[in-house]
């Protein structure tokens, strides 16, 4: 009870200097507000790393055709594909760790149903592709083991593919068009939702590697085995580096290249690179915590100065206090309140203008947005610690204060 | 026994430009009931007695013992408590608190002494109501005249029922028909009850004193009794 009373009779004298006291308050609120901003910021950009590997898949690399740079000019990766699904084969079978290989070609294509098309990306797959990238049929079936050899012409679809053409309709077993050859559907791909970088992934469609090599997107596969690219999925993280210089070793071998000559393949550890992200995003969170530490730090400073000034002004009300009996700690506390209700008010705007960044940051970077009730009640109690340890040297030099001096000076 | 009894009472100011004697040795002690005018030519130590005795200063020499307690020996928590329960100290400038209503003033020492909400409103309307100001309990200083003011704070003065009430030139900032509504006030209050001690330059209201104590050059020059205190609400034992 005394202490809410202690509570208003602070808030009206900070109401009574408004201005001022917002004033003061700003470094709490920009130091809070980095605070929530940093972890929301930080966490969501973690988490989007986390989905990243995720929804490509877990302990994963990437085999491409074609190194960066060859002979001075610089080729795009699949160019020229060095890469066959014998490539793959050989991968799986004799690469220790590996679990799965899966080579595939991809392309852009027109889908057309019944009564609309819809335009989206193509991949030619094997099986392994559904373990590599951990991902498999919401409804419906996968490919079976001997669509794949013949090559047949069926066909899986996205999430967004299937609405688009089919909206509510079950589109298991119905036919759509890709370059005028009739695929028919056997399942629907389970949701992946957005990349990383804000590509809808459901946006897709999957048919048998030979089928997509041959029928829809051939271009660059003049070969008849080429294919884009292999996923290589490892059972474990400490697979992946090992496994990284066998494979090397073993498609020099395959693709007959000797001593200094050039890969015709570059392999990329995308684990590694999620993970470095994940870093960064660490660094950045670090770079933030120190801004909010500073500021919080300003923030208490300002407090103090502006409670020391509050001090001198109310120097006679401190004396009346005390002459109608007020003890030194009744005073001391009364500052010290004063103090904490700035700060903490100030942390509760700073928590509003944080989160508000946040929401503004991850809308522009489409993350999720999170401002996470850990943080929030770790800024309420930062602000509330900065208020006590900034507002105790004021709240102690008035309770110090002798009441006849205090009631004399004007 | 008596309510207030110092002995060799003085206050000494060591300054860069030399020792102030403002009390010089004051042995003087006021019976429960009595009403005392102190007078005295400025600089003469009136106020520095009123403080003394108020527990707002501390003397540099002698003895101090109100209500039977020996304030040289308490700390500051023990002033604080006497300051609060056994004194009301009325100023010249009213030192009421600029943001807060009458009522609110009135409050302030019974907030000191842990009285409830409910308690604490309920006693600072019968304070105010005392002094004649129950209509205007929510009211801010500003909008008071400046005899409302001074009745705010006696009724601030009041609220904890102190065994003790001082003032110190209570009128001074007052014109004089106010000032003599603010005296009777005071004369009611004793004749109530209330012990006072009020310094004044008013020689009328020196004279309407039951006693008159006069200062000069931190001493006490003159000590009449005008008027025997009136026994009847005394108790037996304070009576002697
Ligand atoms: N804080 C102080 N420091 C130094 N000297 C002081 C202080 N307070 C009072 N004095 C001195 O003590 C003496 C007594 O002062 P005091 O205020 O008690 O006088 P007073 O009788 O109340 O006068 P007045 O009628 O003008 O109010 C004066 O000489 C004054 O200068
Ligand atoms: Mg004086």
């Known amino acids: 009870m005394r202490l809410i009373e202690a509570i208003r009779s602070a808030l009206s004298a900070i109401m009574a200097n408004a201005l001022r006291s917002l004033l003061t308050m700003l470094g709490i609120v920009i130091g809070v507000a980095a605070v929530i901003a940093m972890v929301a910021i930080g966490s969501g950009a973690r988490n989007l790393v986390d989905q990243q590997i995720r929804s490509l898949g877990a302990n994963l690399a990437i085999v491409t055709p074609g190194n960066v740079t060859q002979g001075g000019a610089r080729l795009g990766a699949g160019a020229a594909s060095s890469l066959t699904d014998e490539d793959a084969q050989a991968i799986r079978r004799e690469i220790d760790g590996v679990v799965a290989a899966a080579p595939f070609v991809q392309g852009g294509a027109q889908v057309v149903a019944a009564g609309s098309n819809w335009g989206t990306r193509i991949y030619g797959i094997d099986l392994d592709w559904f373990s590599a990238r951990e991902w498999d049929v919401a409804t419906g079936r996968t490919f079976d083991p001997e669509e794949m050899r013949r090559g047949d012409i069926v066909i899986l679809l996205g999430q967004t593919v299937a609405r688009n053409l089919f909206g509510d309709e079950d589109p298991i077993d119905r036919v759509v068009r890709v370059r005028n050859v009739p695929f028919r559907v056997i399942g629907v791909m389970a949701s992946k939702g957005q990349s990383a970088f804000g590509q809808d992934q459901d946006d897709v469609v999957f048919v048998p590697l030979d089928a997509g090599r041959r029928r829809v997107i051939g271009r660059n596969y003049a070969k008849d085995r080429s294919v884009g690219s292999i996923f290589v999925k490892f059972a474990n993280e400490s697979d992946i580096e090992p496994g990284i210089g066998n494979i090397t070793e073993l498609l020099r071998q395959r693709h007959r290249i000797t001593g200094e000559q050039e890969d015709d393949f570059s392999i990329r550890n995308l684990t590694e690179i999620a993970n470095t992200a994940s870093a960064s995003a660490n660094t950045l969170s670090m770079l933030l915590a120190a801004v909010a530490a500073v500021s919080l730090l300003v923030g208490g400073i300002g407090i103090m100065n502006i409670m020391l000034v509050s001090v001198t002004e109310r120097t006679r009300e401190i004396g009346l206090r005390l002459a109608v009996g007020a003890r030194p700690r009744d005073i001391l506390s009364q500052f010290l309140i004063e103090a904490t209700t700035l700060s903490t008010i100030g942390g509760a705007l700073g928590i509003g203008l944080g989160a508000g960044a946040a929401y503004a940051v991850a809308q522009l970077a489409g993350w999720p947005s999170l401002v996470s009730t850990n943080a929030i009640l770790m800024a309420v109690g930062f602000s509330a610690l900065v208020g006590i340890s900034f507002g105790f040297y004021p709240a102690q030099r008035a309770a110090k204060l002798d009441p006849i001096e205090a009631l004399r000076r004007e | ?240």
């Open chain 2, 1 to 240: 026994m008596a309510l207030i009894e110092t002995r060799d009472l003085s206050r000494v100011y060591d300054l860069d430009a030399g020792r102030v004697v403002a009390l010089d040795g004051v042995s003087l002690a006021i019976d429960q009931g009595d009403f005392v005018a102190v007078m005295g030519p400025s600089g003469s130590g009136k106020s520095t007695f009123m403080n003394l005795i108020g527990c707002l200063d501390r003397p540099t020499g002698g003895h101090y013992r109100l209500a039977g307690t020996a304030v040289e020996s308490l700390n500051a928590d023990g002033l604080a408590r006497l300051r609060n329960r056994e004194i009301g100290f009325v100023f010249q400038q009213f030192n009421l608190l600029p943001r807060v209503d009458a009522l609110g003033n009135v409050e302030l020492p019974m907030i000191y002494a842990g009285f409830d909400r409910r308690t604490r409103r309920e006693h600072a309307l019968q304070a105010l109501g005392r002094v004649g100001l129950a209509e205007r309990a929510h009211h801010r200083p500003m909008q008071l005249s400046g005899g409302q003011q001074q009745r705010v704070a006696i009724a601030r003065a009041l609220v904890n029922s102190p065994s003790l009430l001082l003032a110190d030139e209570p009128t001074g900032a007052l014109d004089s028909r106010t000032a003599n509504e603010i005296m009777a006030l005071f004369q009611e209050l004793n004749r109530e009850g209330a012990t006072i001690v009020l310094v004044t330059h008013d020689a009328e209201v020196g004279r309407h004193a039951q006693r008159l104590v006069r200062f000069r050059d931190g001493r006490v020059t003159e000590d009449r009794r005008q008027t025997p205190i009136d026994a009847r609400d005394l108790a037996p034992e304070a009576a002697e």
